[in-house]
Nanobody, 123 residues
Framework: QVQLVESGGGLVQAGGSLRLSCAAS????????MGWFRQAPGKDREFVAS????????YYTDSVKGRFTISRDNAENTVSLQMNSLKPEDTAVYYC????????????????WGQGTQVTVSS
């Protein structure tokens, strides 16, 4: 089993930055692909970014490319999401997820999830 705990959400003005972190415990993080998803009120959960644990390949949804950066720290068992140039449409609950399928954007292929952290961007 893998346990995931997110932190770093909050309220920020448009154009600002936030950094989300996800701390993992349980089974070694090195065998998993890690991802960030988000869910805005009334909308489906959507893929934001992912990173492969062994070689650090990164994937982003188009709407965040150039603004968000995903990174990992194998030694600390953490994954982070640096979010710059935030927009009101980035407002959502952000979830960290872990799974065995590399480079997937499909939420169903991530069996482990954190509790979520709220990100609110004011205009």
């Amino acid at each position: 089993q893998v346990q995931l705990v997110e932190s770093g959400g909050g309220l920020v003005q448009a154009g600002g930055s936030l950094r989300l972190s996800c701390a993992a415990s349980g089974r070694t993080l090195r065998i998993y692909n890690m991802g960030w998803f988000r869910q805005a009120p009334g909308k489906d959960r959507e893929f934001v970014a992912s990173i492969t644990w062994n070689d650090g390949r990164k994937y982003y949804t188009d709407s965040v490319k150039g603004r968000f950066t995903i990174s990992r720290d194998n030694a600390e068992n953490t994954v982070s999401l640096q979010m710059n140039s935030l927009k009101p449409e980035d407002t959502a609950v952000y979830y960290c997820a872990a799974g065995p399928v590399v480079a997937t954007m499909v939420s169903g292929q991530y069996p482990y999830w954190g509790q979520g952290t709220q990100v609110t961007v004011s205009s």
